[in-house]
C-alpha cells in the first residue's frame, strides 16, 4: 500500500497569514492528490484534485502543487473560516489512502 | 444535485457483522465507482474500500478478509458489511462517491455513527 506522510500534524497560525502543509508518497502517484478539509461535525470537503486543480467553488487562495512525490497545499491568506483539518489521499491507485491530518489551530 | 445517505444499526455487538446501506438520490448510481470510509472519533480518514455500479470490487488490505461490499441499481444503493467487529471498529462510517476526473470525492453522506459495545 502507499502510504502519505502529512506534515505537520498541526500548526498554529493567524488570520492572514500564509499556510503551508505538505504531504509525501512513499512512491510515485503522478499527479492523483487530492487534499480535504474538515470541520468538526462535518464531512471532509474537496478543496483540490489531480494535485493543483481547484475544486469549483473553493476560494482562490486554496492552490495546490506538487514536486515529484512531494504536495504541498497551502492558503496564501488564512481566514475565520480556514481553521480546520485537512487531509490528503492518493487516488493513483487502490487501497485509497489517506495523510494522517493537518490541524489548523488559532494562534 | 446528488445526495448520499447511510443508514444502519448505530449499535452492533462484538463478533457479530456490522451493515450499513448508502442512498443515492438526485443522481445515478451508474458509471461511478462508490466508497465507505470511516473515522475512529478524533482519529484521521480510513478508506475501506470501494463498489462500482456493476459490482466490482477493491478493499482496504487490511480489512480484506472481513468487508463485502455490493450494489443494488435498482434501489440506487450500495451496501457495507464488515463481520467480526471489535470495539476498533467503532467509527464515523461515510459513504462517497468518486469522481470520474481526478478520482476524488466530491460527494460525501453526513455519516453514520456505529459503536461496538455489549
Known amino acids: 500500500d502507499i502510504q502519505m506522510t502529512q506534515s505537520p500534524s498541526s500548526l498554529s497560525a493567524s488570520v492572514g497569514d500564509r499556510v503551508t502543509i505538505t504531504c509525501r508518497a512513499s512512491q510515485s502517484i503522478t499527479n492523483y492528490l487530492n487534499w480535504y478539509q474538515q470541520k468538526p461535525g462535518q464531512a471532509p470537503k474537496l478543496l483540490i484534485y489531480v494535485a493543483s486543480s481547484l475544486q469549483s467553488g473553493v476560494p482562490s487562495r486554496f492552490s495546490g502543487s506538487a514536486s515529484g512525490t512531494t504536495f504541498t497545499l497551502t492558503i496564501s491568506s488564512l481566514q475565520p473560516e480556514d481553521f480546520a483539518t485537512y487531509y490528503c489521499q492518493q487516488s493513483y491507485t487502490t487501497p485509497r489512502t489517506f495523510g494522517q491530518g493537518t490541524k489548523v489551530e488559532v494562534k | 444535485q446528488v445526495q448520499l445517505q447511510e443508514s444502519g444499526p448505530g449499535l452492533v455487538q462484538p463478533s457479530e457483522t456490522l451493515s450499513l446501506t448508502c442512498t443515492v438520490s438526485?443522481?445515478?448510481?451508474?458509471?461511478?465507482?462508490w466508497s465507505w470510509i470511516r473515522q475512529p472519533a478524533g482519529k484521521g480518514l480510513e478508506w475501506i474500500g470501494r463498489v462500482s455500479s456493476s459490482g466490482s470490487t477493491n478493499y482496504n488490505s487490511s480489512l480484506k478478509s472481513r468487508v463485502t461490499m455490493l450494489v443494488d441499481t435498482s434501489k440506487n444503493q450500495f451496501s457495507l458489511k464488515l463481520s467480526s467487529v471489535t470495539a476498533a471498529d467503532t467509527a464515523l462510517y461515510y459513504c462517497?462517491?468518486?469522481?470520474?476526473?481526478?478520482?476524488?470525492?466530491?460527494?460525501w453522506g453526513q455519516g453514520t455513527l456505529v459503536t461496538v459495545s455489549s
Open positions: 462517497a462517491r468518486d469522481e470520474s476526473v481526478g478520482r476524488a470525492h466530491v460527494y
Open positions: 438526485g443522481g445515478s448510481i451508474s458509471s461511478y465507482y
